[in-house]
């Protein structure tokens, strides 16, 4: 009985230890890895932003109308 605690007491709690630590590690990347995500989704939007700017030209109205072409075209 002896020396299934003292078996119990050296494996049981270091690996719950460790264990704990690497789950805790693994939610950090995690967060690193969803922060660089919104941060790349909003780059992109940025750029999809001022290309549409760049098409419509400083004459076109806010609905992105091609200049040159009437409504019923």
Do not use: N, W
Not at 24 to 49: H, N, P, W, Y
């Amino acid at each position: 009985m002896i020396t299934a605690a003292v078996v119990h007491f050296l494996t049981v709690p270091p690996m719950a230890k460790y264990l704990a630590g690497r789950a805790a590690m693994q939610a950090a990347k995690e967060d690193v890895q969803e922060t660089l995500e919104v941060s790349e989704l909003e780059v992109l939007k940025e750029i999809r932003d001022a290309l549409v700017a760049q098409r419509r030209g400083p004459g076109c109205g806010a609905l992105g109308q091609v200049p040159g072409r009437g409504h019923d075209q």
